[in-house]
């Protein structure tokens, strides 16, 4: 920076007037290459952001399936066990409180079922599960009867047949559900049991949820975001209907539909331009996990909108100033030198991981909406490490929240303990049994008891966080509703782990020692309260062993 403002300072002593015009031009050439490449890097990162920000919605609809079908086979002890239909209805109302939880914790699903092969069990075997929207209940729904229609019928069974041919975990294309009437795109997962196909499992995203997040992919007033299939068709597009090939309505993107066919996950957006309604617009577009393709577009006019004002006020000045224009040179080099110059640095900063950077204060020209863009581009960084880093407080077995997220919520306590305003309860959750069903039956079906155990809280203490702090230590934090009706709540986990005793695998049969204890007057850290639900559930596990 500081050689080009040395070229702009010579140029004007030597001549005003050849100084203004060489520094006007030379000033509109590079802003014009600079404002063309950073329009290509905002399009191609803001793409790539926003992509990875759909694709961590779509990993967590793949990692509950995926989740779900490992329950499921691990639940099932043979292919003739589903022809039992004690053992089946009991295996289906495990399995569904199972899904039931992680599709709760999941975020923009709208579906989740499972579905028994009818020629190994009965003809509706399974259950399906909806809800229109995130906020409300999941309901059950009746079951599609497969073998009424044909394998073909993708909007009515090929959530069914597709997986089943592919026999792998598979994304479908979005589709409009028949049964249903939901627009949706669903992931699927065969079940298998000794190599024999028995079912599928799956659940599906409210298409409109997708739609919203594409449609406020705004990085420039005229950005238009939509999604289109590997081969061209429209997914999704704000003014074009879903179906329709992309390049038949923009017939200069062919080549880009013929280069899709080859584009891979994770590559860098790749940038082309075309023409709609005589405006040119600039594209890029990169592959989802799902294999839709999203595609980020903006017109050319209002990214190049800064070069084009530059070029009026040089010829302004030419003509009206040229006598001071050696001053002007300077200034305008001075205050362009800086801020770039201070980008220059937060960019490596950025680079480098650091997020917390402080950008300059945004002017009107290109270097301010450089700085607007890359402010927004650091705050969608900032959200997406802010969601991964939210991934470290689960537990990876039971999908709980862990030691981490317990000791965050304590010291959420121990803050309102010393300020008097705290009234919470502690539930200590001790699981029994579980080193004779490690040592009799394996770690596999230890962490099943594992599992199992941990729902059973979980479903009983629905609207209450669930921590695991051990190995096989459990802490339910009770405020407000459930802190007033805890007599009831621990009476149906007795019920509950009573009703499990009659299970006939050992690791399905639940036996926990619990204490409770509340906040009172004279605590000062969570640990009190939690010393005093420790002795109360040690006293309830010497009563359960004197049993």
Known sequence: MKSIQGKFVTLSLVSILLSTLVVGGFGIWFTARTQREASDQILALTCREEANELDMQLSGIETAV???????????????????????????????????????????????????????????AGFLYTRQDRHEQFKQEKLTDIEAFDSTDTERVGWFYQPRDAGKPIWMDPYYNKNLGINMVSFVSPLYKDKTFVGVVGIDINFNVIMGMVRNIK?????????????????????????????????????????????????????????????????????LKNGMVLMLSADTSEINAPVYNLVHIVAVFTLAFSAVAALVVVQVSKRISKPLVQLVDVADRIANGDLD??????????????????????????????????????????????????????????????CGDANFGLLVVDINDLKMINDVYGHRHGDDYLRTCCQMVCHVFEHSPVFRVGGDEFVVLLEHGDLEGIDELLAQLEERMARSMDEQEPWERVSMAKGFARSQDGDTKTEDVFHRADVAMYSDKRSMKAK
């Open 357 to 418: 950077v402080e950008l300059p204060e945004a002017g009107d020209d290109e270097v301010g909406i450089l700085s607007r863009s890359l402010e927004i581009t650091v705050g969608s960084l900032r959200s997406y490490i802010g969601d991964m880093s939210t991934m470290a407080y689960r537990d990876a077995l039971t999908s709980v929240k862990n030691k981490a997220a317990y000791n965050q919520a304590t010291a959420r306590l121990d803050e309102e303990l010393a």
């Open 219 to 287: 990085p420039y007033k005229s950005s238009r975001a939509f999604l289109v299939s590997k081969d061209g068709i429209v997914q999704f597009h704000p003014d074009f209907e879903q179906g329709t090939s992309i390049s038949d309505k923009l017939p200069e993107l062919k080549q880009v539909v013929t280069n899709l066919r080859h584009i891979t996950l994770g590559e860098t957006p790749r940038t082309s331009t075309y023409t709609i309604s005589g405006a040119k617009r600039k594209l890029t577009y990169c592959l």
């Open 66 to 124: 995926m989740s779900s079908a490992d329950l499921v086979e691990n639940g099932l002890p043979s292919v003739e066990s589903l022809s039992d239909d004690e053992f089946l209805e009991s295996y289906l109302v495990h399995t569904e409180e199972m899904m039931a939880s992680l599709a709760r914790n999941t975020f923009g699903v709208c579906t989740f079922y499972l579905r028994l092969d009818p020629s190994l069990s009965k003809p509706l």
